[in-house]
């Protein structure tokens, strides 16, 4: 409690010793200790991917304090937060700003000079719930919400400029449903379509510099992936700064095909951003979009070798695609480091384990890390 106040109260620039110790020195000592995965020197992703596009991982502050974060010294060099900088987490009152997260990761980020996703600026979850009302509890108006997004917009983008190299403005705005458009969220009943349209100009404003995504899922759903082209040409067509378009790719043993990935990919391409892979993993389950209960089937949750296969298949085959689209896409981000644990282990069913990532739970590479990387 102690640190956290006394973090609370410093100034960046007090507290960079204290980061640079508390993410440096820390996860140094514990390397040590750990059996090491890959034997350092040793070419890792980002090694074999040198010439293609940056390898990240999305990471917690925690990750980077333990062994974890020898395994991310070694195979990637771009780290994304996982969840430090959404909006309920870095904003979770009014008047205050929860620094310590973003901080450790932008740290450790300069200190051994990886690059640096921002993630993520205006979303539908993980929103702090102060955000939309009022005292009373009733809705904010329009004008009160505009105001509140463009100080948070401004207020993270400035604080992490120079150092977060490209932001995920918007995440998730476009509707699962076929006929509908966009998502009904607090931030569209009450400002309407253009606040999309805001956040990008505030973040724009805010750097200048900084490369400013669109960022969803479902992107290989024909329908779905129209609606987002839809809307970023729009955005295109205001004269909107936007410069990238960011596929989360939570994929699955059974989807995305092959000529699947390739129309995805083609038709993303035409729109002529960039493009970055944002949030990969390929879960052993076919794909369910929607969580539900637990059911006795579920409790078969072994890595078997028949799930081991098909994953490997549609890794494999997903890199050779990525690669072949090497020149419009600047960045592969991992969601997680290792199957010791993922957000796959509950969603869509609560408690069940998924085996989605390279890497085992002892970190260490698993078969289909070695198809990965041969080519
Ligand atoms: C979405 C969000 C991510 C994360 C995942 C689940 O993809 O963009 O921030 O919450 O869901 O971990």
């Not at 106040?5 to 507290?15: G, M, P």
């Not at 890792?44 to 293609?52: E, M, Q, R, S």
């Not at 980077?64 to 009152?93: C, R, W, Y």
């Not at 956040?199 to 995504?213: G, I, K, R, T």
Request: aromatic share 12%; with cysteine; charged share 25%.
């Amino acid at each position: 409690m102690h640190t956290i106040k006394i973090l609370r109260n410093s100034s960046w620039k007090q507290l960079m010793p204290v980061i640079l110790w508390l993410t440096g020195i820390l996860p140094f000592a514990s390397y040590a200790q750990s059996g090491a995965s890959v034997p350092a020197g040793e070419k890792g992703l980002k090694d074999y991917y040198k010439a293609y596009f940056p390898i990240g991982v999305a990471v917690s502050p925690r990750t980077l304090k333990i062994d974890e974060a020898d395994l991310v010294l070694s195979q990637f060099n771009s780290l994304t937060p996982e969840n430090a900088l959404k909006m309920g987490p870095v904003h979770p009152t009014e008047k205050q700003y929860n620094w310590a997260g973003g901080d450790s990761i932008a740290a450790f980020a300069k200190r051994h000079q990886l690059k640096m996703r921002g993630h993520t600026l205006c979303w539908h979850n993980q929103t702090p719930s102060w955000m939309f009302v009022d005292s009373t509890g009733k809705n904010v108006s329009k004008e009160v919400l505009l105001q509140r997004l463009k100080e948070h917009i401004t207020t993270v983008v400035s604080r992490y400029k120079g150092t977060i190299y490209a932001w995920d403005v918007v995440n998730e705005a476009i509707s699962d449903k076929p006929n509908e458009y966009l998502r009904p969220s607090k931030w569209l009943e009450i400002i309407g379509e253009e606040y999309i349209a805001k956040a990008f100009q505030w973040a724009h404003e805010a750097d200048p510099n900084a490369q400013l995504f669109y960022n969803d899922y479902d992107e290989i759903n024909a329908v779905k992936r129209a609606k987002m082209i839809r809307l970023i040409k729009s955005l295109q067509s205001k004269g909107i700064p936007i410069h990238g378009v960011g596929l989360q790719a939570h994929w699955a043993v059974n989807e995305p095909s092959r000529a699947q990935l390739d129309s995805t990919l083609r038709d993303f391409v035409q729109l002529g951003l960039k493009l970055q892979i944002t949030e990969l993993d390929i879960s052993v389950y076919p794909k369910e979009h929607n969580a539900r209960e637990r059911r006795p089937e579920d409790n078969d949750a072994a890595f078997t070798p028949e799930r081991e296969q098909a994953q490997l298949e549609k890794y494999k085959m997903a890199f050779e695609l990525l690669r072949q689209y090497k020149q419009h896409i600047t960045g592969v981000t991992f969601w997680n480091i290792s199957d010791r644990g993922s957000w796959l282990d509950n969603f869509p069913v609560r408690g069940r384990k998924d085996y989605p990532l390279l890497f085992d739970k002892d970190l260490k590479p698993k078969n289909v890390y070695w198809e990965v990387v041969k080519f």
